[in-house]
């Protein structure tokens, strides 16, 4: 069963950077994509980014110039380096294998998540 932790999170003054750590366990970092998801306070989870297999990466518009997803296939970890942290990047933020059919949905149940919040 596949199983996922995010770590590194934290509060930073807006224009820092953070960047977390997913780890993965089930055998599923050499053989997956996996996709960064996050909830933004009082909102739906909403899809971030996809990284796949080879570390190719597909990031949402709003954060593509800022964020960067990336992976260790050996140690089956995921990363999303961000950087110029603003406040309405403030979110509960999770990893998951995305579906196929849609990547925007995630294919197992959801990990604890990790808080990033970026005061103003």
């Known amino acids: 069963q596949a199983q996922f932790v995010e770590s590194g999170g934290g509060l930073v003054q807006a224009g820092g950077s953070l960047k977390l750590s997913c780890t993965a366990s089930g055998g599923i970092v050499s053989d997956n994509a996996i996709a960064w998801y996050r909830q933004l306070p009082g909102k739906q989870r909403e899809f971030v980014a996809r990284?796949?297999?080879?570390?190719?990466?597909l990031l949402i518009d709003s954060v593509r110039k800022r964020f960067t997803a990336s992976r260790d296939n050996a140690k089956k970890v995921v990363f999303l380096q961000m950087s110029s942290l603003a406040p309405e990047d403030t979110a509960v933020y999770y990893c998951?294998?995305?579906?196929?059919?849609?990547?925007?949905?995630?294919?197992?149940?959801w990990g604890q998540g990790n808080q990033v919040t970026a005061s103003s």
């Open positions: 990284i796949s297999r080879d570390g190719s990466a």
């Open positions: 998951n294998v995305p579906a196929s059919a849609n990547w925007k949905r995630p294919l197992y149940s």
